[in-house]
């Protein structure tokens, strides 16, 4: 059997696997990049489509053409339960025409030279000595299969792991997610006779109608609406149904027309503690990367993209010291997304357990600020706003909610903090013992109702 052989072979052309190729690409390293999917459909999938614009810059791509957007967002919206109180984040991004942003990217890895094999599967990865050597792949229509030779595989194949499950045992690396820690989604596009509040990406909690997650209402320009819902994996609740009665509660959507729907599942938890095992590198989804409060991974999956590609083309001009440039993988993101991402897990577990009353309240005291929301979103709070906050207890009538909300808050820090740490590759086992004490400790003194 013939084996074609490559520098790197990436699995799955989506955001952060089309980032992967380019950056290897423009490097003039020989890659291959497989989807399953037929290629007309690469670029399709379910998702929100906001993307903040400060992502663009991050990565280093060009401003997107106009035509892989519809629209421009300038404030995201957070609702309480009864929608009587609400925050704003202030903040630019783009309405994605999703499929035509994702053909964007993959076409720039084209025209750069890599390789594309639409309609085909990774299947067996083969290991020898812990290092992978070989990937089977799979032409979905004809069934026929070869193997594929390279230095290095990345798995951008989203939340499935399709190499991550195959890896052998590597600390700080989950092979399978805990159903608790998934978004299952539901999700339509609409169109409409005319968009409410366009420019403002509406977000709406309620653990009565999406228990562990919330419904969206993203305006994509004046008659385009994304519209969906995520719950916390593990409720046995099908998204479909809640999305129905939403639908059913509002006169303005029951007119309108279905341009396209799906579902999907999305991680909402800190990233993995490494996007490295041995020469078998994790991409977007694969990784864990989407932001836990949100949701949101366009922008995380293109930064692993970046990250790991170029961490790839260094190890390739310094097989000499391979281990330390693939490690730089890692320290990379983590000051660009991954310790933010941790902190915002401590505050994701808190919020999963609060009732509707005590979110209402909350934000009818305004616990967290508008700006306070916009700084979580950046990374850069430490919601110190709580410790004075405790100073009014007596006069609340939940002083559980302050208590818990102001030794989150600490947390956050600390976590942010020990993330700010990350450690050279011989110190990590001591490093991700310190992070999971963290979280077991969290989890086990502050979590509310426990």
Known sequence: MTVDRFDAVVVGAGTGGALTALTLAEKNAKVLLIDSKEEKLIGKKVCGDALGTHHIKNVGIPFPPKETFKGMLDTIRVYSPSTKNFMNVEGKGFALNRYKFGRWLLDMALDKGAELLPATRADDIVFEDGRAE???????????????????????????????????????????????????????????????????????????????????????????????????????????????????????????????????????????????ANNVLFVGDAACTANPIHGGGIGPSMLT?????????????????????????????????????????????????????????????????????????????????????????????????????????????????????YPAYENFPVWVATVERMFREYSNKYLPHT
Not at 179 to 197: F, G, H, N, P
Not at 212 to 221: E, R, S, T, V
Not at 376 to 399: E, N, Q, V, W
């Open 305 to 421: 993209g970046r990250a790991c590609g170029q961490a790839i083309i260094n190890a390739l001009n310094n097989t000499e010291k391979e281990k330390e440039e693939l490690w730089a993988a890692n320290v990379n993101f983590v000051k660009m997304y991954g310790a933010k991402a941790a902190s915002l897990d401590v505050f994701r577990i808190f919020l999963q357990a609060l009732t509707n009353e005590e979110i209402e309240f909350g934000m009818a005291k305004k616990l967290v600020t508008d700006e306070d929301v916009a700084d979580l979103g950046y990374g850069t709070a430490d919601l110190s706003i709580k410790d004075k906050a405790l100073k009014m207890l007596r006069g609340f009538s939940k002083p559980g909610v302050l208590k818990h909300l102001a030794e989150t808050a600490k947390y956050m820090k600390s976590v942010k903090q020990e993330y700010n740490r």
């Open 134 to 276: 070989q990937l089977k792949i799979v032409d979905t229509k004809t069934k026929d299969s070869k193997y594929v030779k390279a230095k290095y595989f990345v798995d951008a194949s989203g939340f499935i792991g399709a190499l991550r499950r195959q890896i052998p045992d590597t600390l700080g690396v989950d092979k399978e997610i805990r159903m608790s820690d998934v978004a299952i989604l539901y999700r339509e596009i609409r169109k409409v006779e005319k968009v409410e509040d366009l420019g403002i990406a509406k977000i709406f909690l309620d653990q009565g109608t999406a228990p562990g997650g919330y419904w969206w209402y993203f305006p994509q320009d004046e008659r385009t609406l994304n519209i969906g819902v995520g719950i916390q994996g593990g409720k046995n609740i099908n998204p479909k149904d809640v999305f129905t009665e939403i639908i059913r509660g509002r006169t303005d959507l029951q007119k309108s027309e279905i341009l396209d729907a799906g579902g999907g599942v999305v991680s909402l938890r800190r990233s993995l503690y490494t996007l490295v």
